[in-house]
């Protein structure tokens, strides 16, 4: 499974589009590394780089909320909490395991999906909410 950007994502608030498109490209980075069986460091540093971004980028949007009112703001952010906290496990679970092809599968289930439904279904209900008027 890979991820692609879909233009229906875009929401128009403030930098969350670019970053939006940044962190998927991203993830097809760190999905990449892994199918061509790049060395444990590269990958450790693209999923490195990754959960540090995801973090920037997290706090910006929870920033944006605040400044609208955003009704959902909370909810919102103990899920990003939860993610924040997932992909450090992957990160360690990297560390301690490498690659293998569970780690690929986890990879898909835990980050892919999650940022798909996420930037995809969760995210945009802010755009709505903005741009019905806020
Ligand atoms: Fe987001
Ligand atoms: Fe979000």
């Known amino acids: ?36 069986g790049d060395s444990r460091q590269e990958v450790a540093s693209v ?4 959960s540090q971004y995801v973090k920037e980028h997290f706090r910006y949007e929870e920033e944006q909320h605040r400044l609208y009112n955003y009704p959902d703001r909370d909810e919102h952010a103990k899920l990003h909490k939860n993610f924040t906290q997932e992909v450090k496990k992957l990160q360690e679970r990297f560390e301690n395991e490498g690659f293998s092809y569970q780690f690929t599968i986890l990879l898909n289930r835990k980050l892919v999906d999650w ?3 996420h930037i995809g279904r969760v995210d945009q209900k802010f755009g ?4 019905s008027g806020g």
């Open 1 to 36: 499974m890979s991820i692609k950007w879909q233009d229906s994502w875009n929401i128009e608030v403030g930098e969350i589009d670019n970053q939006h498109r940044a962190l998927v490209e991203q993830v097809s980075h760190l999905l990449e590394a892994c199918k061509r």
């Open 128 to 131: 709505v909410f903005v741009k």
């Open 115 to 117: 940022l798909i439904d």
């Open 47 to 50: 999923l490195n780089f990754l």
